[in-house]
């Protein structure tokens, strides 16, 4: 069992950046994969992006290549999403994610945290 806590959510300017963070209580996160999810009003929740255990294989979807960047911390049990250059579009409720698999974490992990608003403004 894989408890997510998520933190740092809030509201931005256009331009501006945000630094998310997830908390997980296993003791073995470093040898679980990692991902961030986000939803929209009357969207359905996509995939940002996925690390695997030691940080050498992550992935990005297209629309935040280039601006966003997930990192862990083995040590801490954390894992970490930097968002530069915010959008309005990117405004959502940003949700964690974790599996044993790499290749189930970005598309359905089998743990999910409670989510953290993010709000863009214009």
């Known amino acids: 069992q894989v408890q997510l806590v998520e933190s740092g959510g809030g509201l931005v300017q256009a331009g501006g950046s945000l630094r998310l963070s997830c908390a997980a209580s296993r003791r073995t996160f470093n040898n679980i994969a990692m991902g961030w999810f986000r939803q929209a009003p009357g969207k359905a929740r996509e995939f940002v992006a996925a690390?695997?255990?030691?940080?050498?294989?992550?992935d990005y979807a297209d629309p935040i290549k280039g601006r966003f960047t997930i990192s862990r911390d083995n040590a801490k049990n954390t894992v970490y999403l930097q968002m530069d250059s915010l959008k309005p579009e990117d405004t959502a409720v940003y949700y964690c994610a974790a599996d044993r698999f790499y290749r189930d974490v970005a598309t359905s992990p089998e743990y999910w945290g409670q989510g953290t608003q993010v709000t863009v403004s214009s």
């Open positions: 690390i695997d255990w030691s940080g050498g294989r992550i």
